[in-house]
Each structure stands twice: as C-alpha cells, then as structure tokens.
C-alpha cells in the first residue's frame, strides 16, 4: 500500500462518516416533516452555509446566554459552538422530543429544553436569569398567522440585552416580519444559494 494511499484512508472514512450523518439528518427531518409539516417547516435542516450566516450574525462582545430556537439535528448549534460560543452559555429550545435527546447527545454541555419557541418567556422561565446576548431562530414563522410571528417576535426582544439580535432565516424574499422601525430595526442578508432550498437570514433589533 503506497503512504499517498494510506494517508487518504483517514480522510476518506471521515468523508463517508460525514455523508452517512448527513443522510441520517435528512431522514430524521424528513420524517418530523411528513407528521407535523407546520410544526417542522423545512423539509431538510440547514445547510453549513445557512447555519454559518446566521452564527456571524451572533455580537460575542454582549455578553449573557444565547437561546437557539428549533435546532432540529444540530447544524445551527454546531455553528454557533465554532463561532465561539461556549457549550454552558448556549440554551436550545426544540419541541421534538427526539431531535432534544439528539441534541443533548450530540452537544455536551449545551441546555435542551423541550418546548414552545413561540412562548419563549414562558418556556425559559427561570433558566435564563439574564438578559439574552441572542437569539437565533430556526421556527417555521411564515406557516404562523402574522399576529403570531410579531407576538413572538416582540416577545422574544423583551429577554433581549440592548441592540443584541433576534436572528431568523427563511426561505422566502420577503421580510417574515414587515419593518416597523419604530419598535425594531431589520436587516437582511443577501440570497443564500447553497441551501435547499435556498434561504436568506434576517436580523431584527429592539429600537432604542
């Protein structure tokens, strides 16, 4: 066996270790998606490129907890713990159960709770002593009424720290919240191609 080949061998067994996790994922997804569509939304979870936009998008100069809503099988969470996020400051919320007990196996260190992105105070409770860094949401809010997307949305900027993010991708052109800059700001990342399908990252602000 020439050393070129066996150098490779690694490599290789990693790559297929990768694709088989990959396809695990897409099953797992598809699965919750074929029981409950309007609860799951995607139909495969994020890519690497969509989960890196959204974990840029995180200030790691404010500090506090970062909540994580509907990490699915963990492509956002990754993305964020490579950001720089320690494990012990990130808390994910996902109402699956079997995608929180993959989570927890996948991100030691990391806080799952079970339950309802769209009642954040409620389901954090006492968890989260103080004001939030971010928040980084994978919910499905364009399947919501839009009284319900800004009521989560407004809800979820109350446990924010001053000018720190609500951060959420969807796979529309349009805002899934209008702007209204006199109670939030709202900036949009370019098309993200390499997503299936693909997707564009929103990121709304409290007004000051």
Not at 48 to 54: E, R
Not at 85 to 90: K, N
């Amino acid at each position: 066996m020439s050393r070129s080949f066996a150098a490779k061998k690694p490599k290789l067994r990693l790559d297929k270790l990768r694709l088989e996790k990959r396809i695990d994922d897409e099953v797992k997804f598809l699965s919750s998606w074929l029981q409950n569509p309007l609860k799951t939304g995607a139909v495969s979870p994020s890519s690497p490129a969509l989960a890196k936009a959204m974990a840029r998008e995180i200030d790691l100069s404010i500090p506090g907890p970062i909540v994580e809503l509907g990490p699915g099988t963990g492509p956002v969470t990754e993305a964020i713990l490579a950001r720089g996020v320690a494990p012990s400051r990130l808390i994910t919320v996902e109402f699956n159960p079997g995608f929180c007990a993959l989570v927890k196996k996948r991100f030691p260190g990391v806080h799952v709770v079970q339950g309802d992105g769209y009642a954040l105070s409620d389901t954090l409770g006492e968890i989260a002593r103080e004001p939030l860094a971010a928040i980084v949401s994978s919910l499905p809010l364009m399947t919501r009424p839009m009284p319900v997307r800004l009521r989560t949305l407004i809800g979820a900027l109350k446990l924010l720290r001053p000018g720190a993010p609500f951060i959420q991708f969807t796979y529309a052109m349009t805002a899934p919240i209008p702007p209204r800059p006199s109670r939030y700001t709202l900036s949009a990342s370019s098309r993200i191609w390499m997503n299936l399908p693909p997707a564009r990252v929103w990121t709304y602000r409290a007004a000051v």
